[in-house]
């Protein structure tokens, strides 16, 4: 009661500063990281003492005070937020990289590729088709060509592979549950992302191919390859230079760790690197290569609540709920086709890996979160393809925020489920 009494009273505060406070506290991006930082705190406790993950709580919160909610927050802050963001992701990439250790993985290796591959193989071709089908006959878009409409397809349906290891690795780390099970999930989760951008690679350049007077330019394969493979490489130096540091450094390993996240996004991202990438290579290095892996992550555990926080409830103000209305039927359709074949890849992965029996019909609820590089995707298809790229980029968005309100709850519901006794194999 105490808990909702203080959420409430903040955001009362905060309309009323809105309104009442001078123009240079009531616009400081400071002011507002600090009333998000309390307001997704006081929701994330409150969404766990109802039984839901601290996340779910941390989105809503985001979503009521932000732009295209009760303006507590305006877009201006969100925009101005950028930067902790940048930092979040780095912090989140650098942690999941830590949680591919090769000792927990090489049991799972078999069962890890056969569901990362069904997954990828069905989830493609039944979203291309299935959008296709929905998008022609059941909720028509008639302003886009029929090679658009598979140009689209095939994209969404990538778009749609994807999972989002930031809020699978928060989840499961809120939950304190780490068993075979979650080494599995993680697996597929972080070794997918890198599948996905050559895939979507690809897919850009089938979609260039079948629209030349739509798109705006061309994807090169081989530009794509030199951007991944420099951003393994950049992994490697930072990874090196965090074993130096924390094997000749005793003292303040955090304000280190911070710096070299900052570092990662800021320069390497506009050099057309992957900061997600960079930053997951480096913490596997460090965990599998080194003797200074649990180290890094007993700080990097320390350090992970309030990003958290602050991470997902900037990301719930960001959502446009404005465009719900728009796309909302046909995205709901998308959201319900993804995790149809998200549960038909994982039962058809775990078959023929003949492993894991116990997770055949209930996996997929590890796989239905999406955030990052999702909405990365969708940005790119707006820019690549003018005339309708952008409503199939506010489509995408519909259905990850959907996704990203599910995601948690499913994943939370099977690590409870495997909390109980299982006559799986």
Known sequence: MMNLLLLLGLIFFGLL????????????????MGLMMLIGYLSGRLARRHGLPSITGYLLAGMAIGPFGLKVISLIHVTDLHL?????LSLIALTAGGEIRLARLRPHFRVVSWVLSMQTLIMIAGMTLGFWILATWVLPMPFVTTAGLLS???????????SSPSTTLAVIVESGKRT????LILGVVMLKDIVILFLFCVGLNVAHALNPAESSSTTSIGGTFLQISGSVLAGMLIGGLIILFLSRVRNHPVAFILAVCFFSYEVFEPLGLHPLLIMMTAGFLVVNLSREGDRLMDHLEAISPPVYVLFFTLAGAAL??????????LAMALVILRIFFKWVGTW????????AWHLRHRGWAAFVSQAGLSLGLATIIAEQFPRWGKSIAVLILAAIFINQLIG???????LDKENRPTSGK
């Open 180 to 183: 075979s099970t979650t080494d």
């Open 17 to 32: 500063m809105r309104r009442e406070a001078p123009m240079d506290i009531s616009s400081s991006a400071a002011y507002a």
């Open 408 to 414: 948690p709850l499913a994943l939370k519901w099977l």
């Open 152 to 162: 689209a397809g095939l994209l969404i349906g990538i778009v749609s592979t994807a």
């Open 84 to 88: 902790i963001n940048g930092l979040a």
């Open 320 to 329: 446009r709920l404005d465009l719900l209305n728009a796309v909302g039927l």
């Open 348 to 355: 058809a992965g775990i078959q023929l890996s003949g492993k």
